[in-house]
Nanobody
Framework: QVQLVESGGGLVQAGDSLRLSCAVS????????MGWFRQAPGKEREFVAA????????YYEDSVKGRFTISRDNTKNTLYLQMNSLKPEDTAGYYC????????????????????WGQGTQVTVSS
């Protein structure tokens, strides 16, 4: 069993930055490929970013490309999402997710294909 706990959300102004963290426990963190998703009220959960198990490969949804950076520290069992130049449309609950890695990594952007989820952390961006 794997437990994921997000932190770092908050209320910020447009243009500000936030760094989200996702602490993972229960099994070896390095065997999981990870992702960040977000969900705004009344909307479906949407993909934000994904990272390979070794951190060497990343993939982003177009609207966050160039503003958000996903990274991981396998020595600390922690996933990160650095969010810069935040916009009001980034307002949502942000969730980290994990799935067992496969031999050849390719980005997984479908929420249903992730096995484990955190409880989420709220990010609110005011204009």
């Amino acid at each position: 069993q794997v437990q994921l706990v997000e932190s770092g959300g908050g209320l910020v102004q447009a243009g500000d930055s936030l760094r989200l963290s996702c602490a993972v426990s229960g099994r070896a963190f390095s065997i999981y490929q990870m992702g960040w998703f977000r969900q705004a009220p009344g909307k479906e959960r949407e993909f934000v970013a994904a990272i390979s198990q070794d951190g060497a490969k990343t993939y982003y949804e177009d609207s966050v490309k160039g503003r958000f950076t996903i990274s991981r520290d396998n020595t600390k069992n922690t996933l990160y999402l650095q969010m810069n130049s935040l916009k009001p449309e980034d307002t949502a609950g942000y969730y980290c997710a994990a799935r067992p890695a496969v031999a050849t990594w390719s980005p997984v952007t479908t929420a249903a294909r992730y096995n484990y989820w955190g409880q989420g952390t709220q990010v609110t961006v005011s204009s």
